[in-house]
């Protein structure tokens, strides 16, 4: 079945710090790759997506490649800051599963100044 | 500001109690999600409902039932409230299935004492 797995969290890192945050999935389709991002006390939202494979998404200074041949949509700032401490969620939509949404369990990333 | 309204934002209850949670989606989306966010069980998707008709179901406990009314606003009723229900439900809102991108409401802290 169509699963998506995250880097266990929390990841701590220091302002200005280059960040990765892995996610690998499984699908029987081709799914869509989406990261949602949660603020304390927020509701989710879209952080980026890609729709087919070596598509880049970016938003807000983040990047994530949706690689087909390692089935990876892994997550990358180039310098983070304080403000980006959040939850990071990683999911996958795939046709052949009736384009439900497929999640991980969800990254707690710290900045700390 | 998503979209996306839930009402009411907390709720205390009791156990053996039954509470209703309310879901307006953004204008024009037709899907309606409704997922319970507990610290140690992560994001779980409950179920989905597409112009009046479930779609979709997840992790949804028989004391758990959903519907989508004419006007799309949506409502998940809990039953038979455990203490072990106490988490945030979150409703999100699509323009068709999950291949598009998902809007969150703020979500409903439910508290069972």
């Known amino acids: 079945g169509n699963s998506v797995t995250q880097m266990e969290g929390p990841v701590t890192l220091s302002e200005e710090a280059f960040l990765t945050i892995n996610c690998t999935y499984t699908a029987t389709g081709y799914p869509s790759l989406f990261w949602y991002v949660q603020y304390p006390g927020e509701g989710l939202q879209l952080l980026l997506k890609?729709?087919?494979a070596d598509d880049k998404g970016s938003n807000k200074g983040f990047e994530a490649t949706y690689r087909k041949e390692t089935t990876s949509f892994h997550l990358e700032k180039g310098s983070v800051q304080v403000s980006d401490s959040a939850v990071y969620f990683c999911a996958l939509s795939d046709p052949s599963g009736n384009y439900q949404l497929i999640w991980g369990a969800g990254t707690k990333l710290i900045i700390k100044p | 500001d998503s979209g996306v309204t839930q009402t009411p934002k907390h709720l205390i209850t009791a156990t053996g109690q039954r509470v209703t949670l309310r879901c307006s989606p953004r204008?024009?989306?037709?899907?309606v999600y409704w997922y319970q966010q507990s610290l140690d069980q992560g994001l779980q998707f409950l179920i989905q409902y597409y112009n009046g008709e479930e779609r979709a179901k997840g992790n949804i406990l028989e004391r758990f039932s959903a519907q989508q009314f004419p006007d799309l606003h949506s409502e998940l009723n809990l039953s038979s409230l455990e203490l072990g229900d106490s988490a945030l439900y979150f409703c999100?809102?699509?323009?068709?299935?999950?291949?598009?991108?998902?809007?969150f409401g703020q979500g409903t802290r439910l508290t069972v004492v």
């Open positions: 999100a809102s699509s323009k068709t299935g999950g291949d598009t991108e998902a809007f």
């Open positions: 890609a729709t087919k």
């Open positions: 204008s024009g989306d037709l899907s």
